[in-house]
């Protein structure tokens, strides 16, 4: 099952980085996808998720994540799901 996450980054969510950004839940891998370039990270290489009020966090390796504004998601409860989500997957194979 493929889980789908789409948002704009403006300045206001996410300072100096900006555009049009899709994030793909999969089985075995999260893929962050942009207009030039795609990075996909298999579960087992993802730390940790991590949020706060603004935003959530994929943490890759200590200089490396994947960061979501918490308003890409029409909801709290949205938000909370895709935190489950994750967590049911980091460091799985």
């Not at 990270?41 to 949020?51: G, V």
Request: aromatic share 8%; with cysteine.
């Amino acid at each position: 099952m493929t889980s789908r996450v789409e948002y704009d980054l403006t300045p206001a969510a996410v300072q100096g980085v900006v555009g049009r950004k899709v994030l793909e839940i999969h089985g075995e891998f999260v893929e962050e996808i942009v207009e030039l370039r795609s990075v996909r990270a298999k579960w087992i290489h993802i730390e940790r998720i991590e949020y706060d009020a603004l935003r959530t966090w994929l943490i890759i390796a200590p200089l490396l994540v994947i960061v979501i504004p918490n308003s890409a998601f029409p909801s709290s409860q949205e938000h909370e799901l895709f935190i489950s989500e994750c967590n049911a997957k980091i460091g799985k194979q």
